[in-house]
């Protein structure tokens, strides 16, 4: 049986991408087969697509494209144990292997979690790579957030920095952050104090040091910032230009981090979910059979308040 998903055939532009037909092949013990019901957009997607990770995903083609997504299991391998056909769930796909704006997606099972009842397919697809991201950013390595920690966000309102606003708060952190003008409200609304316009580059001599500088912009200068954290604090980056590498392996304050690393905890992630303490916002839900266009336009830069979701 033949689904459709977005797909190409070359790395490349946006202009590879076509809406395809592809056969699923037999589950490995370990997968699961989850019938999508929403999948929200990442610039992952599209550094994807372009051949930024084509050591890793190689040149087999067609590929599929799209890593977030939430749905309804279809099958498991006969090693799952955690999920089970019919359970409501959400997820991501293995990076090498993307594929979640399809009919039917097939993932690893240690990428899928049960959906929160409180959350729609479109809020809990919002959800993976940002909020394990955030996880990897602020809960570990040798500086883990905690009660009173003092936290800047750099980039407050984005779909990464928003999870983490959230995550710092549910662990008692007090929470700074930098945004557009446009978007201090809404950081404000959020807990998030002193908000700073990111555009104002006075504003780190105005504040007390941090304990965490988690950069999600990638917009920091990093000796910057590294001037505005208490003696034993930590710059956090997810943006690994060959310059912010170096610099990395020269400070014992400044961590690099990739949403793989949090992918473990999505559980916690689902459960703090379920308490209603993380929450994502969707700026723009369209259908399935516009994804090409919907992607191409905001990899172009067209941006809404909120993350872009397509639905099935």
């Known amino acids: 049986m033949k689904f459709k998903r977005v797909q190409f055939n070359h790395y490349g532009s946006a202009s590879e991408m076509y809406m395809g037909e592809y056969e699923l092949s037999q589950l490995k013990p370990d997968e699961v087969q989850v019938r999508v019901k929403a999948a929200a957009i990442n610039p992952l997607d599209w550094k994807q697509r372009r051949g930024d990770m ?97 936290v800047l966000i750099n980039g407050c309102t984005g779909a990464v920095g928003l999870m983490a606003v959230q995550l710092a708060i549910a662990k008692g952190a007090k929470v700074a952050g930098t945004c557009s003008e446009a978007s201090m409200q809404t950081a404000r609304a959020m807990g998030v104090h002193p908000t700073f316009n990111y555009a104002d580059e ?80 969707i700026g723009l839900q369209a259908d399935f059979s516009k994804a090409v266009s919907t992607i191409t336009e905001f990899e172009k830069g067209q941006r809404t308040p909120g993350r872009v979701v397509l639905n099935f």
């Open 54 to 150: 084509k050591l890793f995903m190689g040149r087999q083609f067609p590929k599929g494209i799209g890593s977030d997504f939430a749905g309804v299991v279809e099958a498991v391998g006969k090693d799952v144990r955690n999920i089970r056909p019919g359970d409501e769930v959400f997820g991501t796909m293995d990076v090498k292997k993307p594929g979640a704006f399809a009919e039917v997606a097939v993932t690893a099972s240690r990428y899928v979690v049960r959906k929160p009842s409180l959350l729609s397919f479109a809020e809990a697809a919002c959800l993976p790579i940002p909020a394990a991201t955030a996880w990897a950013a602020l809960l570990l390595g040798k500086k883990p957030v905690m009660e009173n920690s003092r």
């Open 202 to 281: 006075q504003y780190g001599k105005h504040v007390k040091p941090f304990d965490v500088i988690f950069d999600t912009a990638g917009t920091m200068n990093v000796g910057r910032a590294v001037s505005m954290l208490k003696p034993k604090g930590m710059f956090v980056d997810i943006n690994p230009t060959p310059r912010r590498i170096i610099r990395g392996l020269l400070s014992r304050r400044y961590r690099m981090v990739f949403a793989n690393m949090g992918f473990k905890y999505l559980p916690e992630i689902a459960d703090l979910a379920n308490q209603n303490l993380l929450r994502s916002a």
